[in-house]
């Protein structure tokens, strides 16, 4: 039995795990072709052909609504511009409500809050992470304009219920698939199974420009609303006709040349690394050895997960170990990833805590310091953002563990060693019991 590098022993691996980063000769050459244009962005913000911005841009758009059989594309300079482009299109307003998940990144909730409406949270399934129909059914109210969708980790929220309880209450659907690019539900891409699906082009996606996003839609109302939000709306209106004015105050969310040159050719690479990663990860599963307490989560049989981290369920009650040391013993035997030095090995306990208990919410102060929106005075509902209101969220926070070891940068052998790991872990169930015992959890 080898010794575990927690208790003394030498670690399974020192060598940092290689980087994700797929930028290669292909960006290289589309930059200096922009650079050598001299035209590194084309919008302007008021209603004349350059409105939408240069070629880069607009052929971005077009190839990326291409690939995911969508009739519009709307490119910004983030994920969180996309969402609240978003949910500025939909015509959310003061006193209204948005169903939110509470398990996600904080801008998949205050997109909401960025139009002072509120943001009620539903709770997750624990099969998939996302939110539960049955949850989103028992928030809706009155009040209720729009619901924000995550489908967390790379899986596809059960998407056929709840669009079909939008669909009864006329609520928007947005899908927040910044974590999902590629992943499919019944055979369908995620992104156009709501009225508009967000993408990110964050560095640590799964492709990426650096920083960008880009919404889809088949609505061309809601494409040309977005695309006005995106481009100082309050100046343009006055050029042109349209038909509300409805959150027409505009926001500069627009993605330069250069950024949108790279995304055109990382969309392209984009389901080759899927599949890599979905690879990397059914080796990772069909090789983790048995460790008391940890089992897989399985993804739905009829989803493509996209798996932008992957994760496993774990009884700490069974173990008997508290999943803190669990995993404390397996950053011991691991280093670090290339370009996410300080972050750590890529495994963690949980993923956010629920956002419901982040301090905006606890204490209700956003906008001034009136409350608003969750004391405006058009506000009619009753908030309850008390610790308890999402239990599977609070499960799934102190029980899951999630991992990146399925990165496409990663060759089987690297893996190899994270399995290694596991296996040196379960081996020692015993020693770590002891270790945990005698006060050596922190």
């Known amino acids: 039995m080898s010794k575990l590098a927690l208790l003394g022993g030498d670690p399974v691996r020192t060598e940092l795990f290689p ?16 650079m050598d244009s001299g035209v590194l ?15 880069e841009v607009q052929a971005f758009e077009r190839e990326w609504a291409d690939s995911y059989q969508a009739a519009y594309g709307v490119s910004v300079n983030s994920c969180t511009s996309g ?8 015509g959310v307003g003061p006193g209204d409500e948005v169903i939110v998940s509470p398990y996600t990144m904080t801008a998949s909730v205050t997109a909401a809050v960025a139009f002072n409406a509120v943001p009620v949270f539903a709770d997750i399934d624990p099969k998939n992470f996302c939110l539960s129909p049955d949850s989103i059914r028992a928030r809706i109210t009155e009040r209720t304009k729009a619901i924000i969708v995550v489908h967390l980790f790379g899986h596809p929220a059960d998407m056929d219920e709840i669009i079909e309880i939008a669909a009864a209450h006329d609520i928007t659907v947005i899908e927040d698939c910044a974590q999902a690019p590629a992943a499919t539900y019944r055979g369908r891409p995620v992104g156009t199974l709501g009225h508009m699906g967000v993408f990110s082009l964050n560095y640590h996606k799964h492709i990426h420009s650096g920083e960008g996003g880009i919404v ?8 040309d609303r977005l695309r006005m939000i995106r481009n100082h709306a309050e100046a343009v209106v006055t050029g042109r006709e349209i038909d509300s004015l409805v959150n027409m105050v505009g926001f500069n969310f627009r993605l330069g040349e250069i950024e949108a040159g ?39 049989d009829y989803v493509d ?7 496993l369920n774990y009884d700490a009650a069974a173990a008997g170990l508290s999943r803190d040391v669990l995993i404390k013993a397996l950053h011991a035997e691991l280093p670090e990833t290339r370009m996410r030095k300080g972050h750590g090995p890529l495994i963690g306990g949980g993923y956010v805590k629920p956002i419901y208990l982040y301090p905006m919410f606890q204490e209700q102060i ?33 029980t899951i563990i ?29 020693a770590l019991r002891a270790f945990e015992q005698d006060g050596n959890r922190d």
Not at 216 to 223: E, I, K, P, S, Y
Not at 305 to 311: C, E, K, L, R, W
Not at 380 to 397: F, L, M, Q, S
Not at 406 to 421: G, N
């Open 19 to 34: 980087a994700h980063n797929f930028i290669g000769a292909e960006e290289k050459q589309k930059v200096m072709e922009i």
């Open 41 to 55: 962005s084309r919008f302007l913000g008021v209603w004349h052909d350059d409105f939408h911005g240069g070629d």
């Open 83 to 90: 969402l609240y482009a978003a949910v500025g299109a939909a």
């Open 216 to 223: 889809v839609t088949n609505d061309d109302r809601l494409a």
């Open 262 to 300: 790279i995304g055109r050719v990382q969309l392209g690479k984009s389901q080759g690394l899927v599949d890599r990663r979905r690879d990397n990860l059914a080796y990772f599963n069909r090789n983790l050895p048995s460790v008391p307490g940890l089992r897989i989560s399985p993804a739905a």
């Open 305 to 311: 997960h996209s798996y932008y981290a992957a994760v």
């Open 366 to 398: 956003a906008y001034g310091d009136k409350g608003c929106p969750f004391k405006c005075p058009h506000y009619k509902g009753e908030i309850n953002y008390a610790a308890g209101i999402c239990p599977e969220t609070e499960k799934a926070h102190a």
């Open 402 to 430: 999630t991992h990146e070891y399925m990165q496409p940068s990663l060759a089987e052998s690297d893996i190899d060693d994270v399995l290694h790991a596991f296996a040196k872990v379960a081996e020692n169930m015993d």
